[in-house]
């Protein structure tokens, strides 16, 4: 007898607590941004977009999922 399997999409997005490399500050910003996110206090650029997902410089400190 095969398994009964439900499929259940989830997104692969997520929001993620990052730390600036320069000043420390911790910022929420969103994994797949489409526009570069600069730090809040600095002005750092922290995130590159890219087609898919964004490529993060700073330490990702946690996973807000």
Do not use: W
Request: glycine residues 8%; charged residues 25%; aromatic residues 6%.
């Amino acid at each position: 007898m095969k398994k009964l399997r439900v499929l259940i999409p989830e997104p692969k997005t997520k929001f993620v607590r990052v730390k600036c490399p320069n000043c420390g500050n911790e910022q929420v910003i969103f994994s797949h941004a489409s526009f570069p996110v600069r730090c809040l206090s600095c002005g750092t650029q922290i995130t590159y977009p890219t087609g898919g997902k964004a490529k993060i410089v700073g330490e990702i400190i946690r996973d807000m999922s």
